[in-house]
């Protein structure tokens, strides 16, 4: 295994950055010395309470979420930002993790970010574990909130990269030598967010105190019972989150994410940006959800409502032969029951902006509304949703279908359908939706989608960007992401040159932890030309990702 030798995120909090390489003596005369400068209760509360707004940067910033959700195709664009259209591409390409690359941030801002979290929080708590108590004269003694909010973070940040790396460290204020600490897959590093949810549930049911407004996004304030709803609830997201293909998802402990989620929360979790500016937004809620020159929905989100027959024209075509189409669907969400007008949550827009030579299956007549009261008037002053009580119910009616029980999940898809689509009910867990000829969702092969598919398609309509990358997480443990897609992003390539390891990456054609080939059940029983066609290409595919890695084997062996 190798070890830590440099990380920009690993020096002391206080000073923000490392200054040279573990294994040389460099002393910098302008750092403060650590011992005096961590000797104040109010620097190490500051310390610690300021971390979390990593984590908020992280999740809700410019990066990595805008490059999820276009990898989900849960939005479309062809814009280079935030690298979007890299991560669009079709077919998909392998992600680029050489350190020049232009939007090296994709990997470096959660990388690095996370670890000054952590860096912070194990600074903080080492004070704490020499003595200090975080106490104003004649207060209250404030220790046990910082240790608990601080272990919130770091369950927080360890859960972020379990999510997104499949290698990282585990730094925390158990480890005594951070130079020696080695790389660790993203199950251990999961289960290390897994042990801080169950220390904050702990310490937030035995403490009496308050978290202040302003440590979480400016939001209310929060009591311990609040406190271990979050971590719950949390809990509950991030274990549905980690896994990378349909197996792993499968293999997820469902009855500890139905017993985190069937509870719900009590109030929304959400940041509140004001007048002035902070730092609670969220771009996914802005520029690559309801901006009309940045985004559209992608019709792999919404298409699956069309009773036109378009949709399956659309995503059974060639990248170059997938053209904007206008949506014929009873689904009250995406229309008012007229093609080219707008619905509960989807806004009809016509012609995008984006470029015709960087690929025109980018292009849609639909984006997304929702969110609009943010931009326009008042210029993103208002609430940012991330945590909801229709989220948890979505994941425990997922836990409940996959432990045999389907019922719950009938319950939820029904009552989104039928309140907010105006759509038929499900008479029955089994069989297709219904609606006959108009039924939602369709299936690629023009087919009536059945109830597992209807719950996908009602999460996706129903919770479009409130979490970071909750459609990427989602379509990757589903086995839906575009075939190719990178399932996971390497350790930032600078990174790995500091450590003298190879830069590596994943995704593309042939790559390592590329999005395989879905075979679906309707494919499979599909006995069309085009059906066929279709099998016929997947097996080809098949066979020549089969080839270059016996190519592959072959050239090492020589």
């Known amino acids: 295994m190798k070890t830590l030798r440099y990380n920009v995120a690993m020096g002391l909090a206080v000073a923000v950055a490392v200054a040279a390489c573990a294994d040389l003596e460099v002393v910098n005369q302008n750092d403060p010395d650590r011992e005096r400068a961590l000797a104040a209760a109010d620097d190490v509360q500051s310390l610690i309470s300021g971390a979390y707004q990593n984590w908020w940067a992280v999740s809700h910033h410019s990066y990595p979420g805008s490059a999820l959700s276009v990898g989900a195709d849960a939005h479309s664009s062809s814009w280079g930002n935030w690298a979007m259209r890299d991560t669009g591409w079709e077919p998909r390409k392998a992600y680029n993790n050489d350190p020049s690359y232009s939007y090296n941030n994709l990997t470096e801002t959660p990388w690095v970010l996370s670890y000054r979290a952590l860096a912070a929080v194990r600074d903080g708590f080492l004070a704490i574990d020499g003595g200090l108590r975080i106490q104003e004269e004649g207060g209250p003694d404030n220790t046990d909130r910082a240790l608990a909010f601080g272990k919130l973070i770091q369950a927080m940040s360890f859960a972020n990269l379990a999510l997104l790396f499949d290698r990282a460290f585990i730094i925390d204020e158990t480890v005594e030598d951070v130079a020696g600490v080695e790389l660790v897959d993203y199950n251990a590093i999961w289960a290390a967010a897994e042990a801080k949810f169950g220390e904050v549930i702990q310490l937030a049911g035995t403490g009496a105190f308050t978290i202040p407004s302003e440590w979480v996004g400016y939001n209310g304030t929060w009591d311990g019972a609040y406190m271990a709803e979050i971590a719950r609830a949390y809990r509950a997201r991030y274990r549905s989150q980690v896994a ?46 309801t901006w009309s020159g940045w985004a559209r929905m992608d019709y792999r989100t919404i298409g699956p409502a069309d009773a036109s027959g378009q949709w399956e024209r659309w995503i059974n075509a060639p990248p170059e032969g997938k053209t904007p189409f206008d949506i014929d669907t009873d689904d009250r969400r995406i229309t008012d029951g007229t093609p080219n007008t707008n619905g509960l949550y989807i806004r009809y827009l016509g012609n995008s902006p984006f470029p015709a030579d960087r690929g025109i299956y980018h292009y849609s007549n639909y984006i997304d509304r929702r969110w609009d009261h943010l931009r326009v008037p008042v210029s993103f002053i208002g609430q940012y949703p991330d945590m909801t009580a229709k989220e948890l119910e979505f994941l425990a009616a997922e836990a409940s279908y996959r432990l045999g029980d389907p019922g719950p999940m009938m319950t939820t898809v029904n009552k989104y359908r039928t309140e907010n689509g105006e759509l038929p009910p499900f008479a029955s867990a089994s069989g297709p939706a219904p609606g006959g000829d108009r039924c939602v969702p369709q299936m690629p092969n023009g087919s009536c989608g059945d109830l597992w598919e209807a719950f996908k398609y009602e999460k996706r309509i129903e919770l479009f960007h409130y979490g970071m990358g909750t459609e990427y997480f989602d379509d990757r443990g589903w086995g839906d992401l575009v075939v190719d897609t990178w399932e996971q992003l390497p350790i930032p390539g600078s990174e790995l040159e500091l450590l003298l390891l190879e830069v590596y990456s994943f995704g593309g054609p042939g790559g390592s932890s590329s999005a395989p080939y879905a075979v679906t059940k309707e494919l499979l029983n599909d006995q069309s030309p085009d059906a066929i066609k279709a099998k016929l290409e997947v097996l080809e595919a098949l066979r020549a990702r089969t080839m270059e890695k016996v190519d592959d084997y072959s050239v090492v062996r020589r």
């Open 244 to 289: 990378r293909t349909a197996a792993e998802r499968d293999a997820v402990d469902w009855n500890a994410v139905l017993q985190d989620a069937s509870p719900g929360i009590s109030r929304t979790y959400a940041g509140n940006y004001v007048a002035g500016g902070n730092w609670a937004w969220a771009r996914s809620k802005l520029h690559t959800a």
